[in-house]
């Protein structure tokens, strides 16, 4: 037989990624990528500011704020909240979470957040937004510069895309970054801009990228889930908590990570706090036999999202 009368099947084309909707703003537009990179690569470069200008009190004040408040936003707004629904809150409220995370430069709550759901969805599988079975630079940050996961996904986030106020945030995610910018150069001159906005923001934007990149490589698995996801001590305690991976995808409904009495969680400490005073309620717990000191055989986890 010839190899003319039995063809090797051809590989199929990876599907066009969606486009953009007026959910995403100018900025996704493919025409001001290279302003967008641009900024993404120049904000790293500022970070090395910090060796020119300069250290007084105020700039390392704005420098600690700016990093571990803009992180909550990230991890208590956008990924246990937004992504998750671990809590509940009232719409004044939730409008300030993502404000806070909006802050964090990490694009507006519905795109972060519906991707996250499809991380959850396809974890580690051909359809996973960030694997590190791709490589460790595409699950670091090459990932953002992939077409396939530049537009927000409505349809996987209507519950929050339903509020008018959470998409103006979404199409005009660069506002309070940019605004924040502002306020660290007016409250410490040029070493509160460069220590408060760039140093921090760059920082900021690694600590989150290694649960990508490093959670599902480097640490201890407790649940056996279907996909590579672990628990790094280390990565908690850089990421207020988010280290806790395998617990985390092992019950992604729970508002606390750390399920152990000795796994540090401050996101969901924070949250604790936050529910005393009225601000969130039904926080959301693992169950009991989940926090024991020894367990027995796990069932099997389902990928939900949220």
């Known amino acids: 037989m010839s190899l003319a009368s039995n063809p090797m099947p051809e590989a199929k084309p990876e599907p066009a990624p969606p486009p953009v909707t ?44 700016t990093f571990w408040g803009r992180l909550f936003g990230i991890t208590g707004g956008y990924h246990r909240y937004f992504s998750h629904k671990t809590f509940k809150t009232s719409r004044a409220f939730q409008f300030v979470l993502a404000l806070l995370g909006t802050a964090a430069t990490q694009k ?22 960030h694997s590190p079975k791709r490589g460790f630079w595409y699950s670091h940050q090459g990932w953002i510069f992939d077409k396939r996961w530049q537009a927000t996904r409505l349809d996987g986030i209507p519950d929050f895309a339903k509020y008018p106020e959470i998409q103006w945030l979404n199409r005009w995610h660069f506002v309070p970054p940019v605004g924040l910018a502002v306020l660290c150069f007016l409250v410490g001159g040029l070493p509160g801009l460069f220590w408060g906005f760039f140093l921090s923001t760059t920082l900021l934007w690694h600590a989150t990228y290694t649960i990508n990149s490093l959670s ?56 604790r706090g936050l529910a005393a005073v009225g601000l969130i309620w039904d926080v959301r717990e693992p169950p009991a036999w989940m926090k024991q000191t020894n367990l027995a055989e796990a069932p099997a986890p389902t990928r939900k999202a949220a």
Request: with cysteine; aromatic share 16%.
């Open 108 to 129: 507006g709550p519905l795109w972060w957040a519906s991707l996250h759901r499809i991380h959850h969805r396809e974890s580690d599988g051909p359809g996973d937004v």
């Open 22 to 65: 007026r959910a995403d703003g100018v900025w996704s537009s493919s025409a001001l990528d290279w302003i967008t990179y641009g900024l993404y690569w120049g904000v790293h470069v500022a970070a090395l500011g910090v060796l020119f200008t300069g250290v007084t009190q105020t700039a390392l004040v704005l420098f600690a704020l």
């Open 216 to 271: 599902h490589v480097f640490g201890k698995r407790r649940f056996e889930t279907d996909d590579t996801s672990r628990n790094n001590w280390a990565l908690a305690l850089l990421t207020c908590g988010e280290g806790w991976h395998n617990n985390h995808h092992y019950y992604m409904a729970s508002a606390r990570q750390g399920f152990r009495w000795w796994e540090i969680d401050p996101t969901y400490y924070v949250l």
